[in-house]
């Protein structure tokens, strides 16, 4: 007798190919058969209307530190994630000693959005080092399927300590940070992840340990991944990092390579389309580097308490390195305010934010009398008063003590341009953040939208092929040899969903995190159910938990 049978489900099997209408079976979790009138079953799901696929396997979130006291890395299982891939741009919380994690849980809080006291009061720091990082993992359980990269800031960190965001190793310090990255990678490590990207900066404006990485260290970092034959290795990639060296370090380790962040720049519109031709000519040579990038628009909410979106200018790190009543003095100081409009003007195009001011609006006023504002653009509220729109915001927000909100969309604005970015079949459809910039934004239900809006709503991609993208594409591109694909004998991993409403709803902010922090989270729409490893998790756009932690701490890659 099977445990689960899908009755008369148009399946989407993960590969590309036509959808077909059948029963699906489930034994043990595993899916056991496909095919006319199985059973009989334990439990029956009537699918007739509906359709079956592969759960989506989101490539790059960042539940490090989460899953230590969120088993179900909240809200990506009700979105139709069945497995996520956890440090991203090298951000982990292991190796971690002990004298660290403040530090490190302070740098969480600037590059990734994250509240500190949710931090301080959530992580169980119950392991030090990386392998003991997973065996916590699978001792609590895990809702959703979990891969892990190790994370070259992490490991920076442990090797150098206070040094790692001041200065380049010594290659007495890379050979310890190559010994951890491969005992890593035989703990069951996916991968290696870093960043070089200029927006990602910790406590004080100070740069991410793996900034500080010259080429030798990143070159021996990635010989350590993939001496065993296995691993991807991941980089967010600043202006000073060239395709043609990630390609480099590709044919070097035999091992494929995934660079975000690639979106769609109105103001610098060739650049997206640079990356992919350039990753498309390495991949022709038989070097596998594969573009990340994104289906959403780059929406974040902000106030200047926090304005990740300006924190990426070098002229922004005054204001990054004062605290308190001191930093509403350097929003104030003219010379200040200069800097930074010289450097919009001059790096326009090649920063996160870039001039849009039309695209900046101010959506929640502090002050009642200011109600009147909500709503308006900068671009919009600055010519009203015949100012600067950086003056206009900045005064704004000094009159409301900064408490002021402000939502801006900075990237992938520009629909038309962003097509190209998820019709190349070899892109990898992610960029999720999910687990970060909580605050700020929450793009965790990216897979729906893109079923959603990109396929049913924009008829970009056909719906069996942005299936593949969100399934069968990225468990073939990290090794995941199991999923991503409905066959008898791979794993129960399942997505159910009316083709005619699948989307996801608005964001809303809640406050559910430790210290009761707030954080934005978004709906699934046409979500009808959800099973990891054969196990129910969701059911009409809800988790179901009672203690279930169907999900597996992810070892065993393919080469």
């Known amino acids: 007798m099977f ?51 592969p759960g989506i396997i989101d490539g790059h979130t960042h539940y490090d530190a ?26 982990t919380i292991a190796p971690c000693r002990p004298a660290d994690r403040d530090l490190t849980m302070r740098n969480l809080t600037h590059v990734e959005g994250m509240s500190l006291d949710a931090l301080r009061t959530g992580v169980r720091w119950d392991f030090e080092q990386f392998p003991e990082y997973l065996a916590m993992l699978e001792r609590q359980g895990v809702g959703p399927n979990v891969a892990a990269f190790v994370g070259h800031s992490s490991v920076r960190t442990y090797v150098m300590g206070d040094d790692a965001a001041r200065r380049a190793a010594t290659p007495e310090e890379v050979a310890q940070m190559a010994r951890l990255v491969r005992g890593a990678m035989a703990a069951g490590a996916v991968g290696f992840a870093t960043s070089t990207a200029e927006t990602h900066n910790g ?79 390495a991949r022709a040579r038989g070097h596998a580097v594969h573009a990340q990038v994104s289906c959403c628009p780059l929406t974040m909410d ?88 950086l003056d206009c915001m900045l005064d704004i927000g000094l009159a409301e003590d900064l408490d002021t909100e402000f939502t801006a969309v900075l990237l992938n604005a520009e629909e038309e341009g962003v097509i190209p970015l998820l019709t190349d079949p070899e892109t990898h459809i992610s960029l999720s953040d999910a687990g970060a910039h909580l605050t700020f934004f929450c793009d965790a239900g990216f897979g729906l939208h893109l079923l959603g809006h990109w396929v049913r709503g924009r008829g970009a991609l056909g719906f069996e092929e942005a299936v593949r993208r969100l399934t069968s594409q990225p468990a073939r591109l990290f090794g995941i040899a199991d999923r991503g694909r409905l066959a008898p004998g791979l794993a129960a991993d399942l997505l159910l969903v009316d083709p005619l409403t699948v989307g996801r709803g608005p964001k809303r902010k809640v406050r559910d995190l430790p210290a ?29 938990d009672g203690g279930r932690r169907p999900g597996r701490v992810l070892r065993d890659f393919a080469p």
């Open 203 to 281: 406590e004080n404006g100070i740069p991410m340990p793996s900034r500080l990485a010259d080429a030798a260290e990143i070159r021996a970092l990635v010989a350590a991944m993939g001496e065993g034959g296995r691993g991807v290795y991941m980089l967010t990639r600043g202006q000073r990092t060239s395709i043609a060296f990630l390609e480099e370090l590709a044919a070097a380790s035999g091992r494929p390579v995934i660079v975000a962040a690639t979106f769609y720049n109105g103001t610098n519109p060739t650049a997206a389309a640079t990356t992919l031709a350039e990753t498309r000519a």
């Open 302 to 389: 902000f106030t200047l308490h926090n304005p990740y979106v300006f924190e990426g200018l070098t002229a922004w790190k005054p204001a990054m390195e004062a605290h308190g009543e001191a930093v509403k003095r350097v929003y104030a100081d003219a010379g200040f305010r200069a800097a930074v409009k010289a450097e919009l003007r001059d790096f326009r195009g090649r920063r996160l934010f870039n001039s849009e001011w039309e695209r900046l609006h101010l959506v929640n006023a502090a002050r009642p009398a200011n109600a009147g504002l909500e709503g308006r653009s900068l671009a919009d509220l600055a010519a009203e008063r015949g100012v600067d729109p």
């Open 66 to 91: 989460q899953l230590t006291w969120d088993a179900y890395a909240d809200p990506s299982p009700a979105l139709g994630v069945t497995t996520v891939v956890i440090g991203n741009c090298g951000f």
């Open 516 to 544: 009761a922090a707030p954080r934005l989270v978004t709906d699934g729409t046409g979500v009808h159910g959800v099973w990891v490893n054969g196990t129910r998790i969701v059911a009409d756009n809800r988790v179901i």
């Open 3 to 53: 445990d689960t049978v899908f009755r008369a489900a148009s399946i989407v099997d993960g590969t590309g190919r036509p959808a077909q209408t059948a029963d699906l079976a489930v034994a043990d979790g595993r899916i056991a058969a496909i095919g006319p009138a199985l059973g009989p079953a334990r439990e029956t799901v009537d699918a007739d209307g509906l359709t079956l696929m």
